[in-house]
T-cell receptor, first 115, second 115 residues
Framework: DGGITQSPKYLFRKEGQNVTLSCEQN?????MYWYRQDPGQGLRLIYY???????QKGDIAEGYSVSREKKESFPLTVTSAQKNPTAFYLC??????????????FGPGTRLTVL | AQSVAQPEDQVKVAEGNPLTVKCTYS??????LFWYVQYPNRGLQFLLK??????LVKGSYGFEAEFNKSQTSFHLKKPSALVSDSALYFC?????????????FGRGTSLIVHP
């Protein structure tokens, strides 16, 4: 059963804490992405990676960090430098790293709330 | 630069009536166009895409979309709406060559189908 899994589904963060959101895919996709979704603002790109050991900043990378040590995994860390992290976070992947006509597959999302 | 506009934040239709969710785009070259659907607290699901060829694209769950190059539009349509079609719909664009590799998403349109 192929797909993208994200964990946890819900995450609560205290002020000053770093937290890591997990994203795993078994689709053998080359490219992976992290988006942040806030009500009425659509999707905003945080980071993306087209191949292992390489990643690029998106539009709102400040306060976030990622790694891509394995093809199937692309974890996102929300650091204490991110002042307003409460949001719904979506991970996505695409086959054929440089192929522009392939659609994205999305995980079920993680809802992060700052206490 | 590439951009997508979904001019309606919300569309309401009665069950059984046809529905249209509007999308216009801007790219420097020619586009690849995508529609996704999101149910509450879930990830996005791919519905359909335009790559080339026939301007009328058929997708999942009875949805279709018409590519209109002169009007730079890619409106999503369904002949007979179901209550279960109520969800958030996103249009996305990618430039075929040049420009950004990353797709640009619209802000989303909330579709409400009432009985």
């Amino acid at each position: 059963d192929g797909g993208i899994t994200q964990s946890p589904k819900y995450l609560f963060r205290k002020e000053g804490q770093n937290v890591t959101l997990s994203c795993e895919q078994n689709l053998n996709h080359d490219a992976m992405y992290w988006y942040r979704q806030d009500p009425g603002q659509g999707l905003r790109l945080i980071y993306y990676s087209q191949i292992v050991n390489d990643f690029q900043k998106g539009d709102i990378a400040e306060g976030y960090s990622v790694s891509r040590e394995k093809k199937e995994s692309f974890p996102l860390t929300v650091t204490s430098a991110q002042k307003n992290p409460t949001a719904f976070y979506l991970c996505a992947s695409t086959s054929g790293g440089g192929t522009r006509y392939n659609e994205q597959f999305f995980g079920p999302g993680t809802r992060l709330t700052v206490l | 630069a590439q951009s997508v506009a979904q001019p309606e934040d919300q569309v309401k239709v009665a069950e059984g009536n046809p529905l249209t969710v509007k999308c216009t785009y801007s790219v420097s070259g020619n586009p690849y166009l995508f529609w996704y659907v999101q149910y509450p607290n879930r990830g996005l699901q791919f519905l359909l895409k335009y790559i080339t060829g026939d301007n009328l694209v058929k997708g999942s769950y009875g949805f279709e979309a018409e590519f209109n190059k002169s009007q730079t539009s890619f409106h999503l349509k369904k002949p007979s709406a179901l209550v279960s079609d109520s969800a958030l719909y996103f249009c996305a664009v990618r430039d075929r060559s040049g420009g950004s590799y990353i797709p640009t998403f619209g802000r989303g349109t909330s579709l409400i189908v009432h009985p």
